[in-house]
């Protein structure tokens, strides 16, 4: 409790430096020094980085150019999109499907690549949904989310999506504990007896297809952030968890107390052994799994009803906690494997311990005591070093090529620099302001490219034009191929962003998907040609084929259309070319419009509840004759 009271009064003159809006030294260091060429990438040129930044609150994914900071797309994901009909049209609503119903929002933290051999292989990006746990598995062809899956036993799933070297897995921890199995209505005040955490192993498929593999029930604590194991420690994942007090209140009085919370290392090799033996138990939940159908240009919704569980407290060596000064939050391990970084947020030093030292601890059972039943390793045993006063507030380390990292400083505001095996601090740069995560390309992997880092804030305060009370979202980057960190770029960024990723572009740009062909669109209600596109009446569901070219709809007079029915316009885009999406909107309809790509087909539901004629049109500039590229749809009483 002391310690924590020092470090705040130490943290009072640098929050007061935000509120009285003065600029530290540097503020405008870019311009001033022409840093800015650095990030200047010439009209009509590209990128040499894609950056995929997590949208926070948006719920979504959104793509730049690194190091222009340019952005190229938002990537719709968890949280609906009536830009491009996502959660709208009848294909895309059964992705945003839960076992509770149709979910439209939520709060994406991580972003993570698919691996091989421990370096990003550009084939797939994933992402986190904090509030209904899921995670999503985006298709980096065609940028569009292919596949989510809900995580049962979890309540916000914030320590997610990490994955293993070889894309075998994709984890994610709870963050926060809940009752599990059949008694839900407990005493919130029992937390101690019936909250457990969880850890779900979710494999990856051939084709990227996920699976719940099996789950670890672990005692009541915080999981916050984590990081695969590479290299040598291949086969063990590191996560860091506060309130290892197990309070059901987080007040700094009761979750703070302890000098130290955990790191919990786990052995999923192990993990898989036991499961093989048949060590794991089964258990009855529900919870969605969506896929996207490349075929039928249709998500479908499944309700999976099993998981199987293993519990480390009886299955003895699968998981050991190891203690990390105060609120550990990022957990990272280097590109070696052999260093495992913790920041806790209250912490006055960074530890790094040693994948090596933790072995030779399990090995010679140097513990103190356990927590729950897991084994407590002891800290020193456990521990390469101390960097001793880097900043206040470590949150994340990401690393580069030679050997150094970079951890982000909330309350100091700012990026240290420091030797990993050394643990010796080589620079500092402040950052505008309070930094949350920041990301040098392939910093998480076995294979970074350094180059830059890219700090994403919590504040922005003066940096740009004011906006009403709140000022857009921003990210800096720094030019780090040099001995010193130089500030090069502001940008503004969707929603708030945590957790960002960037990869050559060389792993995606020629893959890209240019169009969809309509000789292999399989969607129920294609109209292949306008000779196929026809009004077809079942009851009192209306459905028309539709097609659009540059520049009309066919058909674009719809007559027999009565109030009440359900009518589905499935639109198909008959152009070939690259970059011709046609959009499609009904005036009044309460819905979304459509955005079609070439040679795909997409249906927009509609109930009209007046008599009238409706025009219809084409929202996306086409063609010369876009403005011409419209109709009406007639609607007689029922
Ligand atoms: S968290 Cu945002 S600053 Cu959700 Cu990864 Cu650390
Ligand atoms: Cu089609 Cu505008």
């Given at each position: 409790m002391k310690r924590f009271k020092t470090l705040l009064l130490l943290a009072i003159p640098v929050l007061a430096l935000y509120t009285t809006g003065c600029k530290p030294k540097g503020a405008s260091g870019a311009a001033a020094t022409g840093n800015a060429a650095k990030a200047y990438v010439a009209p009509g040129k590209y990128d040499e980085f894609y950056n995929f930044v997590s949208g926070g609150f948006s719920g979504q994914m959104s793509v730049y150019g690194l190091p222009s900071g340019r952005l190229f797309r938002v990537i719709p994901v968890f949280s609906v999109d009536p830009e491009k009909g996502w959660g709208y049209s009848e294909e895309t609503k059964p992705m945003l499907m839960t076992s509770n119903g149709f979910v439209p929002w939520d709060d994406l933290h991580h972003i993570s690549f698919s691996q091989t051999n421990g370096e990003i292989d550009g084939r797939w990006s994933f992402g986190n949904a904090n509030n209904t746990p899921r995670v999503a598995r985006i298709d980096n062809k065609t940028f569009r989310t292919a596949e989510i899956l809900e995580l049962p036993n979890s309540a916000g799933n914030h320590s997610s999506p990490f994955i293993t070297e070889n894309s075998e897995y994709l984890v994610a921890g709870t963050r926060f504990s809940v009752p599990v199995g059949d008694n839900q209505d407990v005493p919130i005040a029992s937390y101690k007896q019936n909250f457990k955490g969880t850890i779900s192993f979710v494999s990856i498929g051939k084709e990227g297809d996920l699976d719940i593999a099996f789950q670890l029930l672990l005692p009541g604590v915080n999981f916050d952030l984590s990081r695969a194991g590479k290299g040598p420690s291949h086969g063990w994942f590191f996560f860091s968890c506060y309130n290892s007090e197990q309070a059901n209140t987080l007040l700094e009085v009761n979750a703070s107390q302890r000098d130290k919370d955990f790191i919990l290392a786990v052995n999923w090799k192990k993990a898989e052994e036991y499961l093989k033996a048949g060590k794991g138990v089964k258990q009855q939940v529900r919870y969605a799994h969506n896929k996207w159908d490349e075929k039928t240009h249709t998500a479908k919704h499944e309700i999976r009803t099993e998981v199987t569980v293993l519990d480390p407290a009886i299955l003895k060596d699968i998981c050991y906690f190891i203690p990390c000064p105060k609120s550990p939050h990022g957990c990272d391990t280097d590109p070696t494997g052999e260093y495992i970084v913790g920041s806790g947020k209250l912490a006055a030093v960074i530890p790094v311990f040693s994948f090596t030292k933790i072995q030779k601890a399990i090995a010679d059972k140097k513990y103190d005591g356990d927590f729950g039943g897991i084994p407590v390793i002891n800290y020193e045993a456990a521990l390469h070093g101390e960097v001793q006063k880097p900043g206040l507030g470590p949150l994340h380390t990401e690393f580069d090529a030679n050997g150094n990292a970079y951890t982000s400083f909330f309350v100091s505001s700012e990026i240290v620099k420091w030797n990993v095996k050394e643990l010796k601090v080589l620079d500092r740069v402040p950052t505008y302001?309070?930094?949350?995560h920041l990301s040098v390309p392939g910093g998480d992997t076995r294979k970074p490219f350094g180059k830059y880092v890219v700090a994403y804030n919590k504040i922005t305060k003066d940096r740009y034009l004011p906006t009403g009370p709140e000022l857009t979202q921003s990210a800096q980057i720094y030019d780090i191929s040099g001995d010193k960190m130089e500030l090069i770029l502001d940008f503004p960024t969707i929603g708030e962003p945590h957790y960002a990723g960037s990869m050559p572009a060389s792993l995606i740009k020629d893959k890209s998907q240019k169009i969809y062909k309509i000789d292999e669109n399989n969607h129920p209600y294609v109209a292949k040609g306008e000779k196929e596109a026809k009004v077809v009446r079942e009851g009192n569901k209306v459905h028309v084929y539709m097609t659009s070219i540059r520049s009309h709809f066919a058909p674009d007079n719809i007559e027999g259309v009565k109030v009440g029915d359900e009518v589905y316009f499935h639109v198909t885009n008959l152009e070939q070319d690259w970059d011709v999406p046609h959009g499609f909107a009904v005036k009044g309809a309460l819905n979304a419009e459509l955005l079609i790509m070439p040679g795909e087909t997409s249906t927009l539901k509609w109930v009209p509840e007046k008599v009238g004629v409706y025009p219809i049109y084409c929202t996306d500039f086409c063609s010369a004759l876009h403005q011409e590229m419209q109709g009406y749809v007639r609607v007689s009483p029922a």
């Open positions: 302001y309070s930094i949350g």
